[in-house]
């Protein structure tokens, strides 16, 4: 019985482009991604990791990309990523950054140091906002538009952004049909698209994946251990998601437990603040009537004085108008 598979299982992914007597697709395939310039094609590479099928025998994932230095010198990183990650773009320099440390040792002059390009093939999207499903990386500077250095190079395949074309405009469109499309591809009666010298031979390793029951096992292992991986993957992220939102809420009910505590002291100090103006009012109201009083008083106390006066001008008038009369008063009623 003959099953559909996936190329971009991890252990098929390795058999199509990293093994040596499938080295030609590996050439073929750098090819149609980087798209060198005439001459510069590459020619042949030397596999530093080649396909070994125990490193897929076990539970846990291994990470798994095809290692290779072309005829120059040049590095090569080719790895399928199923799962992503919430570092993957760390991780994505950090695996490119290792490789390229790896070509020299202490005390090494740094002119040994070649090129290294890393290719990852992603089966999710790690930038929404770009519509192209090619998109490569490397040192420049916007501003003054200068490339620091050719030694890195990595191109992302988001692979869900890609989209079918009839016919397959390129031989880097064929290849994404593949690892897009593969896995639902009719081995016995594949499309035209992959009806080519090279698609072919890839047809003969999913065949072998999909007929041989060694194989066929080692494939559903290591599908169901992508499952597993994407199941744990996803209970993390929602367990992370429900952690942040945990600590949302509590920040926002400090937040709020904080200002509804600032707004009821700014309640108190307003209160506060509005009785000392009040009592001060008053104290002012208070003293303000003392001296309208007091006031009152003195002009009440000159008014009795100037009375005072007048009562003894008439008083000494009318004695000197007695006196004048010949009218003499004692000096008791003096």
């Known amino acids: 019985m003959k099953h559909k598979i996936n190329p971009t299982v991890d252990c098929v992914f390795k058999a199509i482009l990293g093994t040596e007597k499938n080295k030609n697709l590996l050439i073929h395939f750098l090819n149609a991604i980087l798209e060198p310039k005439n001459g510069s094609r590459i020619q042949d590479v030397t596999l530093l990791n080649p396909y070994n099928e125990r490193e897929f025998i076990g539970d846990k994932l291994t990470i798994v990309d095809v ?3 072309d005829e120059n010198g040049k590095m090569y990183q080719i790895e399928i990523q199923l799962a992503m990650h919430a570092a993957l773009d760390a991780r994505i ?3 490119w950054s290792h490789l390229y440390h790896s070509q020299i040792q202490n005390g090494d002059n740094y002119q040994k140091l070649q090129p290294v390009i890393s290719i990852w093939i992603l089966n999710g999207i790690l930038f929404e906002k770009v519509e192209e499903c090619h ?7 916007l ?4 490339i620091l250095t050719d030694h890195l190079a990595i191109h992302l395949l988001q692979l869900p952004k890609w989209q079918s074309i009839d016919p397959i405009a390129s031989e880097k469109e064929r290849w994404l ?3 897009k499309e593969g896995q639902n591809v009719d081995l016995d009666n594949p499309p035209e698209t992959l009806n080519t010298e090279e698609m072919r031979q890839v047809m003969k390793v999913l065949h072998r994946f999909s007929e041989n029951e060694t194989d066929y096992l080692l494939y ?3 599908l169901d251990a992508v499952l597993k991986e994407n199941t744990y993957i996803t209970a993390l992220e929602q367990a992370l998601k429900e952690k942040e939102q945990a600590v949302k ?3 926002q009910q400090v937040a709020k437990v904080k200002e509804q505590a600032l707004k009821e002291k700014e309640q108190a100090v307003k209160e506060k603040e509005q009785q000392v103006a009040k009592v001060k009012e008053q104290a002012l109201k208070e003293k303000e009537q003392a001296v309208k009083q007091q006031e009152q008083a003195v002009k009440q106390q000159e008014q009795a004085a100037k009375e005072q006066q007048q009562v003894e001008k008439k008083l000494n008038d009318l004695m000197l108008q007695l006196e004048k009369q010949g009218i003499v008063l004692d000096n008791e009623l003096k």
């Open 93 to 95: 320099l950090y695996t």
């Open 67 to 69: 290692k290779a230095i």
């Open 143 to 146: 501003k003054h538009e200068l």
């Open 135 to 141: 998109i490569p990386f490397s040192v420049y500077n």
């Open 177 to 179: 049909y593949l690892f």
């Open 249 to 251: 809420e509590k920040e």
């Open 220 to 222: 559903q292992s290591r």
